[in-house]
C-alpha cells in the first residue's frame, strides 16, 4: 500500500516519487504554517511547538493534529523527510514515546 498523489491540472503525466516527495512538502508547509495557528516558533523559525492558542485559531484543530500525525507516519513508511516540520525536542520525545 503506498500513496499515489496526482495534482490535477498541473500539465505534468504520470505519478512517481517526485510527485509524491511534492505532497509531502506542501502538505507539510502548509500544516506549519504559523497563520494556521496549529503551531508556534520561539527561535525564528528554526523549531515549532504546539500553540496553546491553537483552539481559538483553529476549531477543528484536533483533527489537524491528528493530520499532522498521520502525515509523519506516512513519510516514515515511504521514507521521505518533512523539513518543514521541524518540531521541538520535547514534542518529538513525546511522539516517539507515546
Not at 481559538?56 to 484536533?62: E, I, M, S, V, Y
Request: aromatic share 8%; glycine share 12%; with cysteine.
Amino acid at each position: 500500500m503506498g500513496v499515489e498523489v496526482n495534482f490535477a491540472g498541473d500539465g505534468e503525466a504520470g505519478v512517481g516519487d517526485g510527485h509524491r516527495r511534492e505532497f509531502f512538502r506542501l502538505a507539510a508547509s502548509e500544516l506549519m504554517n504559523p497563520v494556521c495557528g496549529l503551531f508556534i516558533s520561539n527561535d525564528e523559525g528554526r523549531s515549532y511547538h504546539i500553540s496553546a492558542t491553537s483552539a481559538k485559531a483553529q476549531p477543528d484543530h484536533l483533527a489537524q493534529f491528528e493530520l499532522c500525525g498521520t502525515l509523519l507516519g506516512l513519510a516514515l513508511l515511504h521514507r521521505e523527510t518533512l523539513p518543514a516540520m521541524r518540531l521541538t525536542l520535547p514534542l518529538l520525545e513525546k511522539l516517539w514515546v507515546g
